[in-house]
């Protein structure tokens, strides 16, 4: 396995969310439907769009985002990893951090503590979860990111706090 794993992602597999609508004063919310019509299958009856967790709000319009998370873990908790697009500096991830990064739709290649690239093709309008994991060596600990999805965000999210940027 090389040091710059690449990995491809052709399509949207993880990503979790369309962009929020909010009804105005003369539209409505659809209701949900009572029972499923012979024409849509059981799991598209039963599953309405996903909201978007607690922090996190819709991608700003005509773009995507990403959600750069690293739980919070013991092994390798003092290293701190920057995550970058083009040697452009988004964010750090210290042990239980996450934040936010909006992207214009396309391929884009994200890369974190130089040794670790994830390509991935936004969407306009998608959220999308990329965990931070943390391998140990024999001399220094090494950054991985690799896809990930709303669920494991979530069960993170209580010990995670948004990381920002000093002044």
């Known amino acids: 396995m090389c040091a710059a794993m690449m990995i491809a992602v052709a399509t949207s597999a993880f990503a979790q969310t369309e962009p929020a609508t909010t009804p105005t004063a003369t539209e409505t919310a659809p209701a949900p439907p009572a029972e499923a019509s012979p ?3 059981p799991s598209e009856a039963a599953a309405p769009a996903a909201a978007l967790p607690a922090g996190i709000s819709a991608p700003p319009e005509g773009q995507g985002q990403i959600v750069f998370f690293r739980p919070s873990r013991f092994v390798g908790g003092a290293l701190t990893f920057t995550v970058r697009e083009s040697e452009q500096e988004l964010g750090r991830l210290p042990n239980a951090r996450y934040f936010v990064h909006s992207a214009e739709p396309g391929i884009h290649e994200y890369e974190i503590g130089r040794n670790d690239t994830l390509r991935l093709d936004v969407e306009a309008g998608t959220t999308y979860f990329v965990i931070q994991t943390t391998q140990i060596g024999v001399v220094a600990g090494r950054a ?4 990930s999805d709303q669920v494991a965000f979530e069960e993170a999210a209580p010990r995670m706090r948004l990381w920002e940027p000093r002044n």
């Open 39 to 41: 024409e849509t299958t």
């Open 144 to 147: 991985v990111i690799s896809p």
